[in-house]
């Protein structure tokens, strides 16, 4: 659907929800998606596995950030004590409304979102055992597929050997590629 019709169409997430992507060998996960208030505590297998990512998105435009950086914060804390090695990514949204018309603001936007994140994590006692990715998306353009394509690379644990085989083969048959490895 259109990302205008997504303004109409699509309810917020109530529940938890599955769905399993299974492309090719290279590219099987599952998606668990829930509300910012779910913290798996009736299912904490949502946060297991070794190459596991947890994504969090936060609303650019429904500042101040407090309440849905407290429900990150319970949700951090509640996947890291299920599984340690989780990798969090933060999708900082909708960075595309009039109250981000230059890069500037929307920079300023990230600064204070990470600063936020750092001061709630650091009274949780977890600033600093955990890595946090930070990402600029809009549905509007393609931050949101480059941010899910990111997350997605670093779930492949292959990744390595698979550029180094389209790198060979871009070389090998002179070819003119747009692979770039993020």
């Known amino acids: ?15 938890l929800d599955r769905a399993l992507v299974d492309h090719t060998p290279l590219c099987r996960f599952t998606i668990h998606d829930f509300p910012g208030d779910y913290y798996g505590e009736d299912n904490p297998s949502v946060f297991e ?6 994504i969090f998105v936060v609303d650019a435009q429904d500042e101040p950030y407090d309440h849905a950086l ?5 949700a951090v804390t509640r996947a890291v004590q299920v599984n340690p090695n989780i990798a969090v990514e933060i ?6 409304g ?17 600063t936020q994140v ?5 009274e949780a006692g977890l600033h600093d055992s955990i890595p946090i990715r ?22 492949i644990p292959q990744l390595p050997t698979l550029e180094n085989l389209l790198n060979v083969l871009v070389a090998t048959c002179s ?3 747009a692979w770039r490895s993020s």
């Open 1 to 15: 659907m259109s990302p205008n019709e997504t303004l109409f169409r699509l309810g917020s997430t109530q529940g």
């Open 49 to 54: 596995g070794a190459n596991t990512s947890l």
């Open 70 to 74: 407290q429900s990150f914060t319970t």
């Open 91 to 96: 999708f900082i949204n909708k960075v595309d």
């Open 98 to 114: 009039e109250l981000f018309l230059s890069d500037d603001a929307k920079f300023d936007c990230r600064r204070d979102v990470m």
């Open 118 to 122: 750092t001061d709630e994590l650091a």
């Open 134 to 155: 930070y990402h600029l998306t809009s549905i509007y353009d393609h931050s949101i597929y480059e941010a899910l394509s990111r997350v997605v690379q670093r779930l």
């Open 175 to 177: 070819m003119v590629c």
